[in-house]
């Protein structure tokens, strides 16, 4: 359900909410994916949450969904900072999800899911 939340979000945004989403997530997984410059074969193997650095869909989902990826990102972001700015944008990142997911609509559909993940979150 977090998948399709996301993606639907991607895909056509409308909300103010979506859009801040859309740019957060293009800006840290342009951000993030940049270290890995000429080593994408890495992201093939799911095994070390490198497969969401595949598009920004992957990303936004994975992130989302895989506490070891939100880690990974998190250690890579760390990484690559050298003045705060990277994790600000994680930072912000996080705080776009939140607002997103704020919309109770998008879950309407099963209220138990919202909580479920809100709390995991």
């Known amino acids: 359900m977090v998948h ?6 991607i ?3 409308q909300t103010k909410e979506q859009k801040a989403f859309v740019k957060a997530n293009k800006n ?15 992201f093939n193997n799911t095994e070390y949450g490198l497969y969401a650095l ?3 869909k992957e990303f936004a989902a994975e992130f989302m969904t895989d506490d070891s990826v ?3 990102m998190y250690q890579i972001a760390r990484a690559l900072d050298k003045s705060g700015g990277v994790i600000q944008m994680l930072k912000d990142f996080v705080n776009t999800i939140s607002n ?3 919309n ?9 899911v919202l909580t479920d993940y809100q709390n995991k979150f």
């Open 28 to 42: 840290i997984f342009n951000t993030l994916k940049k270290a890995f410059k000429g080593r994408e074969y890495l």
């Open 100 to 102: 997103l997911l704020v």
């Open 54 to 56: 595949t598009n920004e």
């Open 104 to 112: 109770r609509s998008v879950f309407a559909s099963n209220e138990e």
């Open 11 to 13: 895909d056509s945004p």
């Open 4 to 9: 399709a939340v996301s993606v639907n979000a």
């Open 70 to 72: 939100r880690n990974l």
